[in-house]
């Protein structure tokens, strides 16, 4: 019977260049893309801003010259912004999306639009504040919160008062002390609302920052052994099974090698266990270093080791094998047993026919106690399988 292979999916040029298009402008990861489109956002809401500004000035509610220099001075800050955030040239400030500088340019935006604006309709403009605070307290820090929002009381302030003085007339000094009070009544608030919000955020970031670190310590100790860092008897189990999946569906064959440290026992009785840890941990280096990164290593229990060896037949095993061997031989196991040598024996099986993974590891296991029966300190490998 033939395998039924699906037909690969077919590839829409339309939705390919829509994505290459998508790829160009916000970015080639989602760190990136996050970021562009924040500032891009923020670009629309100022041409928003610039366009009402516009027909403000041709009602007669701001002053003729004012939407053009809003125009003229945000677009080339946003393309400034855009420029350096999309080709990653602020992927390595604590502040990547560039958000604290964007918010002060809002804050002198909007202080110069407050000038420019006729006296009854001037309040308008202090609702932006609301919007810049609401905008930064998703990123900001606590402290950079209370920055934003102590620097835009500083700034209308600072515009009322002078402006009042320069020019009382279009600036009415009662009116603007009014909302300058209002002002004293509601940024305060913003401020508290963006720090707790600030706050809460981080302890969160650093509540699954916590989280994640324990995950992954769960999962270290799940999966690998604590003595010598290699993987547990059950994370090798699970791989073993893999194997066998996918010599089932793909042919791929695998050898297992069993390994047992020669005279451990002896080792343990003679020097104590403390040099014995030293001894499987000197192992364990030495077969990190001597096999291939697709090679797994498991400790399978007390003194003995596992192999398992992807697309590799016995004759390429035992070259890894002697390999080791030689490395363990010029390997010091600990400084005050100076000639303590770790030896082992090792038997080989080669799951290259349909079988059951059990059986596999019999004839490991078997190889193994023939290299021991014999003298121990070599390599047998387990007699073909019989189709």
Known sequence: MTQFTPPAPAHDPIVEAVGRLVNLIFGPDRATRARTAAILLCAIMYGICCSAAYY???????????????????????VLFYSLVRFGKTKHLKDPTLMLPQNVFALLAIAFAYTAIAPHDRGVVLVLIALVMVFGMYTHTPKQSVQIGVLAMLLLGLSMGILAHIDPEYYPPKLELLRFELLLGTVPTLIFSAYQ??????????????????????????????????????????????AVKRFDRYGERFTVVLIDLDHFKRVNDQYGHKVGDQALMAFANAAGIVLRETDIIARWGGEEFIFLLPNTNAEKALIALERLRQTLANCTVTDTVPNLRVKFSAGLAV?????????????????????????RDRNVTAPPEKP
């Open 56 to 78: 403000a000035a041709e009602i007669n509610l701001m002053r003729p010259f004012a939407p053009k220099l809003l125009w003229a001075t945000s677009m080339p800050a946003y």
């Open 197 to 242: 919000i600030s706050s809460w955020r981080n302890r969160l970031a650093a509540q699954r920052r916590d989280l994640r670190v324990a995950l992954e310590q769960v999962q270290q100790m799940a999966t690998h052994d604590v003595l010598t860092g290699l993987y547990n008897r059950r994370f090798m189990q699970d791989k073993l099974e893999d």
């Open 351 to 375: 799951h290259d026919t349909v079988t059951a993974l059990n059986h596999t590891l019999e004839r490991a296991d078997k190889a193994l106690y023939q290299a021991k029966s014999e003298g």
